[in-house]
């Protein structure tokens, strides 16, 4: 039964560091396929997660080209590199130089997109928050109106209040409060507007917190992506640089 040999092992060590590396960076591929489907460049939010789904795959194809580049590494070292290596179309280096530079320019292109997609929406929901603020002050104004006119009536029927009185079984203090109210109806009318006030504040206040979510939303999002999409383009950008524009230049030196 024949042993295995010394060289047989870092022979098939890069053999599975490189294979590791390809299938990784064609799953990495098919993934950046399947965020343009469905394709819906008019929709900020399909645009939102786009962008942002991109950087965070995009550190997929930074190991696939990490395990491919120490499978080469590797053969280097144990002198299992060929005579004469493949060079050009042929070359698999060559291919992951050209995509990675594709892919720096690419995460380069997605730092004012996703940034530009970010404030857009932002300023989507913000208007949103204040459409639907201003429709909360609106009805709070129509229904303490209504309120307002419907106690008046009730006030004006000593009948009606009777009833009012039994059905609603109030309190001594709030039949002292309906009393003034009988007295003098202008009490009814500033204790309504202190109630829509006060009212409206609480909503003010819920639409100011909504929106400084959005906002801080928005600048967590920017940061954390935009950075993300500025070291990948980094990253894949100084490779293509490495193994490209300075093999250009060894060429030429030589």
Same mark, same amino acid.
């Given at each position: 039964?024949?042993? $295995?040999?010394?060289?047989?092992? !870092?022979?098939?060590?890069?053999?599975?560091?490189?294979?590791?590396?390809?299938?990784?960076?064609?799953?990495?591929?098919?993934? #950046?396929?399947?965020?343009?489907?469905?394709?819906?460049?008019?929709?900020?939010?399909? %645009?939102?997660?786009? +962008?942002?789904?991109?950087?965070?795959?995009?550190?997929? !194809?930074?190991?696939?080209?990490?395990? =491919?580049?120490?499978?080469?590494?590797?053969?280097?070292?144990?002198?299992?590199?060929?005579?004469?290596?493949?060079?050009? /179309?042929?070359?698999?280096?060559?291919?992951? #130089?050209?995509?990675?530079?594709?892919?720096?320019? =690419?995460?380069?292109?997605?730092? !004012?997109?996703?940034?530009? +997609? $970010?404030?857009?929406?932002?300023?989507? $929901?913000?208007?949103?928050?204040?459409?639907?603020?201003?429709?909360?002050?609106?009805?709070?104004?129509?229904?303490?109106?209504?309120? %307002?006119?419907?106690?008046?009536?009730?006030?004006?029927?000593?009948?009606?209040?009777?009833? #009012?009185?039994?059905?609603?079984?109030? $309190?001594?203090? %709030?039949?002292?409060?309906?009393?003034? /109210?009988?007295?003098?109806?202008?009490?009814?009318?500033?204790?309504?507007?202190?109630?829509?006030?006060?009212?409206?504040?609480?909503?003010?206040?819920?639409?100011?917190?909504?929106?400084?979510?959005?906002?801080?939303?928005?600048?967590?999002?920017?940061?954390?992506?935009?950075?993300?999409?500025?070291?990948?383009?980094?990253?894949?950008?100084?490779?293509?640089?490495?193994?490209?524009?300075?093999?250009?230049?060894?060429?030429?030196?030589?």
């Amino acid at each position: 039964m024949k042993g $295995t040999t010394p060289n047989q092992i !870092p022979s098939q060590a890069a053999g599975f560091l490189r294979l590791a590396g390809v299938i990784l960076f064609f799953f990495a591929l098919i993934n #950046y396929i399947l965020l343009f489907v469905p394709t819906n460049f008019g929709d900020l939010r399909w %645009q939102l997660n786009f +962008t942002t789904q991109m950087v965070e795959q995009g550190v997929i !194809p930074v190991l696939a080209i990490a395990l =491919m580049f120490c499978a080469y590494g590797l053969q280097e070292v144990a002198g299992l590199s060929p005579e004469k290596p493949k060079q050009g /179309f042929n070359s698999l280096k060559f291919w992951v #130089y050209v995509i990675s530079g594709i892919l720096g320019v =690419m995460y380069l292109v997605l730092i !004012p997109l996703h940034v530009g +997609t $970010t404030i857009a929406a932002s300023n989507e $929901t913000i208007e949103k928050i204040n459409q639907d603020a201003a429709t909360a002050k609106m009805q709070l104004e129509e229904r303490l109106q209504e309120q %307002q006119t419907q106690m008046l009536a009730i006030l004006g029927n000593q009948q009606r209040l009777e009833d #009012y009185i039994q059905e609603q079984q109030l $309190t001594e203090a %709030q039949l002292a409060r309906l009393q003034e /109210f009988q007295e003098n109806p202008e009490a009814l009318g500033v204790q309504s507007n202190a109630i829509g006030q006060e009212l409206k504040q609480e909503i003010e206040n819920r639409r100011r917190e909504a929106e400084k979510r959005s906002q801080l939303g928005t600048f967590k999002s920017n940061l954390r992506v935009g950075l993300g999409s500025l070291l990948l383009a980094s990253c894949y950008l100084t490779i293509a640089w490495s193994g490209l524009i300075n093999k250009r230049s060894r060429k030429k030196a030589g």
